[in-house]
């Protein structure tokens, strides 16, 4: 692990809920199936992406999370990173570190550089994970527990690091099922009480370790596949969510959610929705 020191007054992140207030975004400017790396893509890879549509679906997504006083950052896009439009995999924030990811695709190596460009021209602290394989898609933090995803694209032994690192935190594991990509593709925590959760892509182990915690709002094999878990908290129980997903939507609002939908259907094509978009670094409990 390489670490870089300086002075940061500028990120703190405790959980996937508190009231986000600075968040880290691209626009998909490159967006391409190019190489299928999961199955969402596999199932557009003929259809492919309209750039166009997604720019716009893009652009009224920024404007939503700015409308909601949220601070957005753009980092430069570039042609030879077709998926930069995922900047949650590219790192994560725990406490007031941002955690710098090792991706673990070839079609995604180099992203990281980009994120580490722009965390030093803001002269805002890092820690390189250069050595252990883990992306932002897999970890979700609710105060003291960390749930670490293990997939192809993170490994025990980052989970290991990062429990060495942070001894504070309770790191828990948690194995799904691959084809799902990522952790945050099966499960999300939108609140202190209520998590959202597909439960054939988990064990049984773990589905009763989420219920001992968290009132669930089980996605269906429709709704995982439209990204349903993958919804953006900001705070005061408002939350970013697809307008397709309707019953996901309609459990929430019983539950009190304020529910903003906004149609990103474009950029899902490629296998991420709200979360995988936004690169959390300053939310305020």
């Known amino acids: 692990m390489e670490e870089r020191e300086k002075t940061n007054h500028k990120t703190f992140c405790m959980s996937e809920y508190d009231t986000l207030k ?41 404007n939503t999370l700015k409308n909601n ?21 590219i790192g994560f924030t725990l406490g007031q570190t941002i955690f710098v990811a090792n991706m673990a695709t ?4 180099g992203e990281e550089n980009v994120l580490k460009q722009w965390l030093e021209d803001e002269e805002i602290s890092y820690y390189n994970l250069v050595e252990e394989r883990i992306e932002g898609g897999d970890v979700i933090i609710d105060r003291d527990t960390i749930y670490v995803g293990l997939s192809n694209r993170t490994d025990q032994k980052a989970a290991d690091q990062l429990q060495h690192l942070l001894n504070k935190f309770n790191v828990i594991t948690i194995d799904f099922k691959e084809k ?9 925590v939108v609140s202190p009480d209520v998590a959202l959760v597909y439960p054939k892509a988990l064990s ?14 089980e996605v269906s094999e429709e709704e995982q596949f439209q990204l349903g878990t993958n919804v953006l908290s900001i705070g005061n129980k408002r939350l970013l969510s697809l307008p397709v997903n309707e019953r996901v939507n ?16 474009e950029i899902i094509k490629s296998g991420g929705s709200f979360r995988c978009c936004t690169l959390p670094i300053l939310r305020e409990g």
């Open 22 to 62: 600075r968040v880290i975004l691209c626009q998909p400017q490159y967006m391409t199936i190019r190489e299928v790396i999961n199955e969402t893509q596999e199932h557009f890879k003929d259809e492919g992406i309209h750039i166009e549509r997604a720019l716009e679906q893009h652009d009224e997504f920024v």
């Open 180 to 188: 799902y990509l990522h952790l945050d593709c099966v499960f999300n």
């Open 69 to 89: 006083d949220i601070d957005v950052i753009l980092l430069p896009y570039h042609k030879k990173y077709p998926e930069q439009v995922f900047t949650r995999d």
């Open 204 to 217: 049984k182990k773990d589905i009763e370790l989420f219920a001992s915690r968290y009132d669930l709002i």
């Open 106 to 109: 070839d079609v995604r190596a």
């Open 250 to 265: 309609k459990q929430l609002r019983s539950r009190g959610f304020e529910v903003i939908e906004v149609d990103i259907t």
